[in-house]
């Protein structure tokens, strides 16, 4: 399996759980970077934001395969967190 990112933009606008990124945080949890749904530094990103950067931390603990589908399911729990936030929050008057 490789992880496949569809450019949902999602976990860029949860910067309040991610510390090492608090200094991105536009203030409402949106990374001041985010433009649309897209990384306006993506060449230059943190190395947090890069799946690929991150997965020798925890190479010794499970395979890239393994890794991979942590990685999609954080993203099916991110994606489907904003669907109920969506879902839940009352009409604008
Ligand atoms: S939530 Fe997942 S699919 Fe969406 S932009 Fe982030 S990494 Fe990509
Ligand atoms: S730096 Fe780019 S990839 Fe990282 S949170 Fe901000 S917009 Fe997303």
Same mark, same amino acid.
């Given at each position: 399996?490789?992880?496949?990112?569809?450019?949902?933009? %999602?976990?860029?606008? %949860?910067?309040?759980?991610?510390?090492? %990124?608090?200094?991105?945080?536009?203030?409402?949890?949106?990374?001041?970077?985010?433009?649309?749904? %897209?990384?306006?530094?993506?060449?230059?990103?943190?190395?947090?934001?890069?799946?690929?950067?991150?997965?020798?931390?925890?190479?010794?603990?499970?395979?890239?395969?393994?890794?991979?589908?942590?990685?999609?399911?954080?993203?099916?729990?991110? !994606?489907?967190?904003? !669907?109920?936030?969506?879902?839940?929050?009352?009409? !604008?008057?």
């Amino acid at each position: 399996m490789t992880f496949h990112c569809d450019k949902c933009g %999602l976990c860029c606008r %949860l910067l309040k759980d991610v510390p090492q %990124l608090a200094a991105f945080d536009r203030g409402d949890g949106v990374c001041k970077f985010l433009h649309g749904n %897209l990384c306006s530094i993506y060449e230059n990103r943190p190395d947090i934001c890069n799946v690929d950067k991150m997965y020798p931390a925890f190479a010794s603990i499970m395979s890239r395969d393994e890794y991979d589908e942590v990685m999609e399911a954080s993203c099916a729990r991110i !994606k489907e967190m904003f !669907k109920c936030e969506t879902r839940t929050r009352p009409a !604008k008057n």
